[in-house]
């Protein structure tokens, strides 16, 4: 199983999840291993306001391993950010960054993914609401991240 198998496992059960009437209805979902990513990030925040980042993960292999195969704990971390000014409407119905976090985090839990392991949501932490600059104008910017964590096997073959 690779990364991008391990994307293409999350986008997959995410996807449904953005359809009108769905509670993630015209999120974006940005995947880090995009080739200009700091374009698509400008692009989802400032045109749809809230956007779920599939992170490219680390992984750990110093159990002892020392044969061919690399057996590696995957970490990854998946951001979910919000421009409340460019996302919420006017009477205030669309979901908030930090209940998209708990949507993402519960329809992810528990995936069984290509490898026969299963993906753990293992925390969430708000990172804050900061000020920035987009198009010019001030914006408040709020950001939540979700740390996941699964059982790899990497091999050169």
């Known amino acids: 199983m690779t990364f ?8 997959a059960v995410l996807n449904p999840l953005l359809a009108n009437g769905r509670k993630l209805a015209g ?4 995947r880090e291993d995009v080739a200009d990513l ?3 990030i400008l692009q989802a925040m400032s045109s749809v306001g809230l956007m779920i980042l599939l992170g490219t993960p680390p992984f750990d292999n110093s159990k002892g391993n020392t044969g061919p195969l690399v057996v590696a704990g995957v ?4 951001l979910i950010g919000e421009v409340p000014a460019v996302w919420r409407n006017a009477d205030d119905t669309k979901i908030h960054c930090q209940d998209a976090a708990l ?3 519960a329809s992810l839990q528990g ?7 299963y993906l753990s949501v293992t925390g969430g932490t708000p990172l804050g609401t900061f000020k920035g600059e987009m ?7 709020q950001y939540y991240r979700l740390e996941l964590e699964v059982a790899m096997t990497f091999s050169a073959a």
Not at 4 to 11: K, R, Y
């Open 4 to 11: 991008s198998d391990l994307h293409d496992a999350e986008f």
């Open 27 to 30: 999120v974006a979902v940005v």
């Open 38 to 40: 700091n374009t698509e």
């Open 75 to 78: 970490r990854q971390q998946i």
């Open 103 to 105: 949507v993402v985090a």
């Open 111 to 117: 995936l069984l993914l290509p490898n026969k392991q």
């Open 135 to 141: 198009k010019k104008t001030e914006s408040v910017f």
